[in-house]
């Protein structure tokens, strides 16, 4: 964990002594770096998430019944993956004419400041459908800049470590999943708790949205303290980390950005399954509190850091593409009784978010930049971006909304038939992607 990871990368001029140790950023450096800024953006998304289940139908939408307002709430919640990719666009331009930490700065203010902004929304109440339309801009604002957000390190990290040792800093980029979730949660069961329905629609809800403007101060000079490194700029200038034009970038790696974007469709499908999804089901469908449900996600993340730390290590020894199969029949087979589970009370609950963040856990580790090595050199950073958006927008945006649709329309079961059609498209598209490396 301690290996520059300059030195493992290949440089005409070779290493240069005079650099002194201060200015040199280990692996373990940078991967400190990733897990705050993954978990800042996570931490995010899971604020909004939660909101959008517990707050958002009440405040922004009291003139529809439960469902339907739950139902608009999701369909804003998907505007932020809709301009992810154009956040990737506008930035990817802002990175090549005004450098790294520019574009950094800016998309991490613009986040800060559109997730900040959320916390002082007026309700349908007090400004009516305008209270719509602001939490509308608000969200794809949030959007276009997670598409800025984007800082290479993710795919940098896992390809520029010793090979047998790829599955394991794979993983490290996806812990800010969970742990962004716990935190989220714990925040939101803290005020559900601490407070009566009333004061908590309040004002309670508003400040988990200040958190998230302060953690993503933190996670910018954690990132910024990255770019501005001398091994930082060695990568840029050979080509690891440079930004190329989108379009240019898709018509060269359209193949395998579309390959990516759809391999790991299991893990998105699970993600919202165990996350966003059986909160909004237990909240609408049941008469227990979201309290209660957010201690029972917290616990069942603690289970899923364990499972993607393990997915690291079995990855190293059976294969990245050999576990995300795996994991994918997994998941298929847990789609069976997945809904049982669901619906099974108590007990029920807390083994299907046990089991599913476990096997979210072990499928997620390795899903997150499976690609990266199949782009060439000059197209991997933008490649690698646009695959990571897509993957989002296709396998997650609208996750939350079609699962909620199916199973208020036919039950519970077909949430775990959504879940199923993820598993069999991952499956699909690994074995597409093999038999076009042994043709290739």
């Not at 922004?60 to 956040?87: C, H, K």
């Not at 002082?120 to 949030?142: M, N």
């Not at 990571?388 to 949430?415: C, E, K, M, V």
Request: charged content about 10%; overall charge neutral.
């Amino acid at each position: 964990m301690s290996a520059n990871l300059a030195a493992t990368v290949p440089s005409a001029a070779g290493p240069d002594p005079a650099r002194s140790a201060h200015d040199s950023v280990n692996t373990g450096e940078i991967a400190i770096g990733v897990i705050i800024g993954r978990t800042s953006e996570f931490f995010d998304y899971f604020v909004y998430a939660i909101a959008s289940v517990v707050v958002f139908p009440k405040l922004v939408f009291p003139f529809a019944d439960p469902l339907t307002a739950t139902l608009y709430s999701f369909g804003i919640f998907a505007l932020a993956f809709i301009a992810r990719p154009i956040g990737t666009t506008i930035f990817m331009a802002i990175d090549r004419n005004y450098g790294r930490g520019t574009k950094l700065t800016i998309a991490l203010f613009m986040l800060g400041t559109s997730t900040v902004a959320v916390a002082f929304l007026p309700g349908y109440d007090q400004i009516g459908v305008v209270s719509i339309i602001a939490l509308s801009l608000l969200r794809i604002g949030q959007g276009i800049a997670l598409g800025g957000t984007w800082d290479g390190l993710a795919p940098l990290l896992a390809l520029n470590v010793p090979p047998k040792q790829r599955g394991w800093y794979a993983m490290i980029p996806q812990l800010g999943a969970p742990l962004g979730l716990i935190v989220a949660s714990a925040l939101f069961a803290f005020f559900i708790t601490k407070l009566s329905a009333a004061d908590f629609l309040e004002w309670g809800w508003r400040y988990p949205f200040f958190v998230a403007f302060a953690i993503n101060v933190v996670a910018l000079f954690a990132r910024l303290r990255i770019v501005v490194t001398p091994q930082y700029s060695q990568l840029f200038e050979q080509g690891d980390l440079e930004p190329k034009p989108v379009l240019k970038t898709l018509e060269a790696e359209r193949r395998n950005v579309i390959i990516g974007t759809f391999a790991p469709l299991a893990s998105f499908a699970l993600f919202h399954m165990v996350t966003v999804f059986p909160l909004s089901w237990v909240f609408l469908f049941t008469d227990q509190g979201p309290a209660r449900f957010l201690i029972i996600q917290i616990v069942a993340a603690i289970f899923g850091v364990a499972a993607l730390v393990a997915s690291g290590w079995i990855a190293d020894r059976v294969g990245r593409r050999t576990l995300l199969g795996a994991s994918a029949v997994a998941i298929a087979a847990f789609s069976g009784f997945a809904p049982q589970l669901l619906n099974g009370g108590d007990v029920g609950e807390s083994l299907f978010m046990v089991i599913g963040f476990i096997l979210l856990g072990i499928s997620l580790g390795q899903s997150s930049g499976s690609m990266a090595a199949h782009f060439s050199r000059s197209s991997r950073y933008t490649a690698s971006a646009l695959t990571s958006d897509f993957a989002w927008l296709f396998g997650a945006g609208f996750a939350p909304l079609a699962a909620l649709i199916l199973s208020s329309h036919f039950g519970l079961i077909a949430s775990g038939a959504y879940l199923l059609s993820g598993a069999i498209c991952t499956l699909a598209v690994l074995a597409l992607s093999q038999q076009l490396d042994n043709q290739s």
